[in-house]
């Protein structure tokens, strides 16, 4: 019997869910500036405007103080940006372009759709757009950007990714919000599970950013997992290891890797070192270490994690303990001829086992050990739970000898 190895998360206990931190925002002149300040113009006489998650949140309060304002002409791209650039050795050059005032308009009207919770009047309005023969790339990828938020939010993952690829298409916000769609698409491939394009998607963000930052270096380590590459994988997670060594989740899915490309001793070695630092809280955590133990053969390191998980509570009795208890069981009594060793965990295994599978192997070795009466009553407690062959039960029941 072999116990299966600890699941690999797809999108893993890194939470990593779609980043809406979208770094350009449209650079309407009706729009807060980031950080809440009050509104600045530039050289050219528009004002910069905050990113676009931060906007949503402030428009409606500043949008009475907009409304009288005059519509003008606004600079796009790096220009108009006043965000910190979030990936400073990108050597893509931001385009520039500005938007007229019924571009403006429309874009506002979107906005203001997009505030509402009208998705999906979001998406037809830019799809509208985009079909007008635009060639404002700033404005086309700025909206593309609102359409895959508005899509994401209505749970439609595959337009979401669409409208990312086209932000990424239309090549025209500064480098914050490009390449955030570009990360984001890549979360949605791998979602999705497109991971193929996912890992081209991730490969060309790392690539073009020169960026080394942990969450798309652990992204991209899960998209080789679920490319079945567990090793290249496992190699990522462990460089982010280096860099957040009591980070547990990216612990968990780096053992997860290393166990799904059978290389348990790495997996074992690492979980070892986090239960010694005391980082182990969790059931599901001592488990894993315990599993890999089991495959490696190495049943005392296996028994000493598993007690230690019971005596501190995180493992909790269940039928998975039951049959955790009943591995080592049946290792004492196959492998290792010891019958006390094998009677006291097939014993421990009866009394947190939900079924009787645990109570008959325990009569089947008394038996063997001529411990008749003994031997009687796991057979009753076997049929009193339930058991797949009944007919063993009562074999032992019917024996000479004993009560």
């Known amino acids: 019997m072999t116990p299966s190895s600890h699941p690999l998360l797809k999108s893993s206990a890194l939470a990593l869910a779609v980043a809406l931190m979208l770094g350009s925002a449209f650079t309407g002149h009706a729009y807060a500036q980031d950080g809440g300040e009050e509104e600045k113009k530039d050289n050219g006489g528009s004002r910069a405007s905050s990113p676009v998650m931060e906007r949503i949140e ?25 965000s910190a650039p979030l990936y400073p050795l990108a050597t893509r050059v931001p385009p520039s372009q500005k938007v007229n005032a019924k571009e403006n308009k ?29 060639t404002n790339a700033y404005l086309q990828a700025y909206l593309y950007q609102l359409a895959a938020v508005a899509a994401n939010n209505a749970g439609d993952q595959q337009k979401s990714a669409d409208y990312f690829r086209k932000t990424i298409e239309a090549n025209g916000l500064d480098n914050n919000g490009h390449y955030q769609a570009m990360y984001n698409l890549a979360i949605q491939l791998n979602q999705l599970d497109q991971a193929a394009e996912a890992l081209t998607v991730v490969d060309r963000f790392l690539n073009e950013t020169k960026t080394d930052k942990i969450d798309p270096l652990s992204l991209k380590a899960i998209i080789l997992g679920n490319l079945d ?26 053992v997860a890797m290393y166990q ?48 230690e998980g019971v005596n501190k509570g995180a493992i909790k009795p269940s039928q998975q303990l039951a049959n955790d208890y009943s591995i080592l069981a049946q290792h004492y009594y196959i492998d290792d001829n010891k019958i006390p060793e094998a009677i006291e965990f097939y014993t421990r295994a009866m009394k947190v086992s939900t079924d009787g599978e645990a109570a008959l192997n325990l009569a089947r070795v008394l038996r063997n050990e001529s411990r008749i009466a003994e031997a009687k009553a796991a057979a009753r407690e076997a049929l009193a739970k339930g058991v797949k062959k ?14």
């Open 390 to 403: 009944p007919k063993d039960a009562n074999a032992i029941l019917a024996l000479p000898g004993g009560k």
């Open 260 to 307: 799904q490309a059978d290389n348990f001793d790495k997996a074992n070695a690492l979980l070892e070192g986090a239960r010694k630092k005391g980082m182990l809280t969790e059931g599901s955590e001592y488990r894993t270490l315990f599993v890999g133990y089991i495959n490696a053969n190495k049943y005392v390191q296996a028994r000493e994690v598993l007690e």
């Open 106 to 134: 429309t874009a506002k009207e979107i906005q203001a759709d997009y505030e509402a919770n009208k998705f999906d009047s979001v998406m037809s309005k830019v799809d509208a757009f985009a079909a007008s023969g635009s």
């Open 229 to 254: 590459r567990p090793a290249e994988g496992a190699a990522l997670f462990e460089k982010v290891l280096a860099t957040k060594p009591d980070d547990r989740p990216t612990l968990m899915n780096a």
């Open 58 to 82: 402030r428009a409606k309060q500043r949008r009475a103080k907009a409304q009288g304002a005059e519509q003008q002409e606004s600079s796009a791209g790096a220009q108009a940006s006043t």
